[in-house]
């Protein structure tokens, strides 16, 4: 079991008939109490902050330990017992053990007459010696204190009357002339927990602040960066999506503009339509009964050089030579061209006559002789 020492200050102090001094200790109060992580076994911890509940420090079996262990002039370098209690025993502490708010308050008697005059002569620190255990975890206390260990098994071994140390009056036993400090003292300062401070930098400021203050800020800074992270994140989501959008958008407003293009004006669709009109009356000159509903300009030339000429004379034939063919037929008689039409097998092919009618219908399209 550890040992453990923790200071406090001589109070109500008197003498008695036999020259003893008589006098009442406020100790081992609740709460959290810092250590040096070195002195506990956590180095790599710069202060380990020790939970001390009042169900460990008011235990019945722990305020029992406190009755009649003996005072000490300085800490013995071991604990006190019966093999060497004649050697630093100067007094005892008495059987009254009493909870005071959050403390422990006990009566002293110092018996040692050397001992008497140094705290007459202003040695008035006591100096509590004693045992615990350590459970490391963490938790809040109730009223919200972080905490890294809970205490439990408090063990009084002695109280020691020991000199104001230097870093005050609550100075730790490590800090006296004792070469040889009895145990392990809490953090403390004129009778408050000492804030051992670190400098952090936050956003380019450098802040002062307690170790629990910098691990706090350096929480809050590690959960603003992730949040920042995770916003970032949603705003590249954010403008891939739009710069996608944007450019849907880009396409479908190039679409319309081509189909804007292409769509006819008033003016052309006039045109197209007397075109088509016209198209139709002349082919049903030469194929009145065909039906040329659905069908395209070139397949209405079609039916209509069919109608004078057989389906063999277009048959294979390009769209150029269709049109030309349907133009003579158009501009022929109607009988002429049937009569010149089927006249055409029974010449011999060097017909100098049906050369010429082949040239002319050829070379028509092409704005040649006719």
Known sequence: MPKFVEDAQLSNTRLTRDGYLVASVLCARTGIQDYLGVEVGRPELPVVHVYRPESAVFA?????????????????????????????????????????????????????????????????????????????????????????????NLRMNHLAIVDRGRAGSRARIGDSDNPKPWGVAPLVTDGKPSMTTRKIVIDGYTIETTDQGAEALQKLQTQNQTLADAAKTVQS???????????????????????????????????????????????????????????????????????????????????????????????????????????RDKQSANDNGQASYEKRLNDAWKGGAK
């Not at 722990?62 to 007094?91: C, E, M, R």
């Not at 110092?110 to 007459?120: C, F, H, S």
């Not at 040695?123 to 809040?140: H, P």
């Not at 088509?276 to 395209?296: C, E, M, P, T, W």
């Open 60 to 152: 019945k079996d722990s305020l029992s330990t406190f009755i009649g262990k003996p005072t000490t002039n300085d800490h013995p370098p071991v604990a006190v017992t019966a093999d060497n209690w004649k050697q630093y025993a100067v007094g005892a502490i008495g059987e009254e053990v009493l909870r005071e708010g959050e403390y422990i308050r006990v009566p002293i008697t110092l018996m040692d007459a050397a001992t008497i005059k140094a705290v007459q002569d202003g040695k008035r620190e006591i100096s509590m010696g004693y045992e615990m255990d350590l459970t490391w975890e963490s938790g809040q206390t109730p009223d919200g204190h972080a905490y890294d260990a809970v205490m439990s």
């Open 237 to 343: 989501a954010h403008d891939a999506a739009i710069a996608a959008k944007d450019k849907e958008l880009a396409a479908k407003d190039a679409e319309i503009d081509a189909l804007k293009k292409a769509a006819l004006t008033d003016a052309q669709l006039d045109a197209k339509v007397q075109a088509r009109a016209s198209l139709i009356s002349k082919a049903q000159k030469l194929a009145k009964d065909a039906d040329f509903a659905g069908k395209s300009d070139i397949e209405i030339m079609t039916v209509a050089v069919t109608a004078v000429r057989g389906a063999d004379a277009v048959a294979g034939k390009s769209p150029a030579y269709i049109e030309a063919a349907f133009d003579l037929a158009i501009d022929a008689q109607p009988d002429q061209f049937r009569k010149d039409m089927q006249g």
